[in-house]
C-alpha cells in the first residue's frame, strides 16, 4: 500500500524582531491610551487647590513639597489628602505643589525622577527626607514624626 503524502500546513514564521517591535508598538500604545484617559476638565490638580505655592522654606515652618502634574493618576489620588493636610495642619507645617508638567523648573531645581515626589524640608529649608510616588495621609504624617515633628 502506497501512502499519499499529505502537503504540510504551512505555518507562519514571524522573526523575532517583529515580535518585538509589536510588542513596543502595543505597550506604548496602552500608554497613550492611559495617557489620554487622565485628561479630564474639571478634574486636574492646580496650585489653586492647595493654595498656590505660598510656602517658602525657612518661613519658621517645616514644608512638604509636592511635585507632580494635575494629570498624573497617582498625584490627583494625593490632590484631597494633601489639601486635608494643609487644612488640618495650617501653621505647623507648609505644603507647597508643583505641576511639573506645566512648569519644569521646580523638576529640575528639586532633580526629580518621578513624579510625584515628596520633598520633606525643616524649618531651614534643608532637606530631611524624599520620596517617590503616592504618599497617604498616614505614611506623611508617620514621616513627619520619624523626622523629629510631632504635629498632635
Not at 499519499?4 to 504551512?10: D, E, R, T, V, Y
Not at 514564521?13 to 505597550?27: A, D, E, G, T, Y
Not at 501653621?91 to 531645581?109: L, R, S
Amino acid at each position: 500500500m502506497v501512502k499519499k503524502s499529505q502537503p504540510k500546513k504551512a505555518r507562519l514564521r514571524v522573526p523575532s524582531v517583529v515580535k518585538i517591535i509589536l510588542f513596543v508598538v502595543i505597550v506604548f500604545a496602552a500608554a497613550g491610551a492611559l495617557y489620554l484617559s487622565t485628561i479630564r476638565p474639571g478634574g486636574a490638580l492646580n496650585n489653586d487647590m492647595l493654595g498656590g505655592n505660598t510656602a517658602v522654606a525657612g518661613d519658621s515652618l517645616p514644608v512638604l513639597i509636592d511635585l507632580g502634574a494635575d494629570r498624573c493618576v497617582p498625584c490627583k489620588m494625593m490632590a484631597p489628602i494633601l489639601e486635608q493636610l494643609k487644612k488640618e495642619y495650617k501653621g505647623k507645617f507648609d505644603i507647597v505643589f508643583y505641576d511639573v508638567w506645566k512648569d519644569p523648573a521646580p523638576a529640575e531645581k528639586y532633580r526629580i525622577r518621578g513624579i510625584p515626589t515628596q520633598i520633606f524640608l525643616d524649618e531651614n529649608g534643608k532637606e530631611l527626607y524624599r520620596h517617590a510616588g503616592y504618599f497617604s495621609k498616614e505614611q506623611i504624617l508617620g514621616k513627619w514624626k520619624e523626622l523629629g515633628y510631632d504635629f498632635q
